[in-house]
């Protein structure tokens, strides 16, 4: 037998006894009296989590999940409190409470080794979050994430001065997504407080992709965002910039080669 053969060979017995005690999920798990929906599959030692943003849920990660699963990871999607198949929270809004009820998920999922987190938009802030708090983070790929401190009260009150003449509509539209986002859009304002006051570690390897055309709705908001995102990368050597070239705010629909390779370059820096 060829050496590399051998290798490989017993690269999968140790992948395979490594899952072997991994419960996973598929379906709903319970968060501290209600349900969240889980899924995890894949037998690797890695689990590479995905985040949806605000408003979505786990099926934006359709078409780069298979692939980063064929990596040989185990992957983890989840939708949020009143999104896609989960269960409303029956308590407040708050950003702590989402990024306690993802950490909830991955104990409920079995997940115990190392974790890269990927997380779209909105999403950045819950990851962010998990990230401070939980030394089983190995590396991020935020995908035109929010950042810490990039938006203030101030573009907080705007965002929501914006969106609450939709409410009526969303109501009457999409009754059950409207109780999810529009406590997510109120709380807005304590949200962007709360995040101005995270430090991530420099030493934690990240991937920042950014949109060549993002969310925002005015040039100074577009300009802020950059400024932030040029921030954020020069403050670690630890963290590399992507621009998804041709791509809108959704970059793991519109180009989501940027987004698998990045995931493949967090789990070369995650992974010993």
């Known amino acids: 037998m060829k050496p590399w053969t051998l290798a490989g060979v017993m690269l999968a017995a140790w ?29 690797g030692q890695v689990t590479v989590v995905f985040e949806a943003g605000g408003g979505a849920n786990s099926s934006v990660w359709s078409e780069v999940e298979p692939q980063v ?25 708050s950003i702590e409470r989402e990024s306690q009820a993802l950490a909830t998920v991955l104990i409920r999922c079995g997940v115990t080794g190392p974790r890269v987190l990927v997380a779209h938009s909105y999403g950045g802030y819950i990851v962010e979050r998990l990230a401070v708090m939980d030394p089983k983070v190995k590396a991020l790929v935020l995908v035109d994430a929010n950042l810490p401190g990039m938006i203030d009260e101030a573009w907080a009150r705007r965002i929501q001065a914006r969106y609450r003449p939709q409410y009526p509509s969303l109501e009457a539209k999409a009754s059950d997504l409207a109780k999810a986002v529009i406590p997510m859009i109120e709380a ?59 791509s809108g705010h959704n ?21 010993p």
């Open 69 to 93: 699963r064929a990596m040989g990871v185990t992957t983890l999607l989840y939708d949020r409190s009143g999104l896609g198949k989960s269960q409303l929270a029956p308590t407040p809004y």
């Open 188 to 246: 807005y304002a304590d949200t962007a407080a709360s995040m101005g006051k995270i430090v991530l570690p420099a030493s934690l390897p990240m991937v920042d992709i950014v949109a060549e055309t993002s969310w925002n709705e005015t040039p100074a908001e577009g300009e802020a965002m950059k400024a932030t995102h040029s921030a954020f990368v020069a403050a670690s050597p630890r963290r590399k910039a992507v621009l998804a070239a041709g």
């Open 15 to 43: 992948t395979a006894a490594s899952g072997a005690a991994f419960a996973g999920c598929d379906g709903l798990v319970d968060v501290d009296g209600y349900g969240l929906w889980a899924r995890t599959r894949g037998a």
């Open 251 to 271: 970059v793991m629909q519109d180009r989501p080669d940027v987004v698998i390779e990045a995931i493949r370059n967090a789990l070369a820096e995650a992974t």
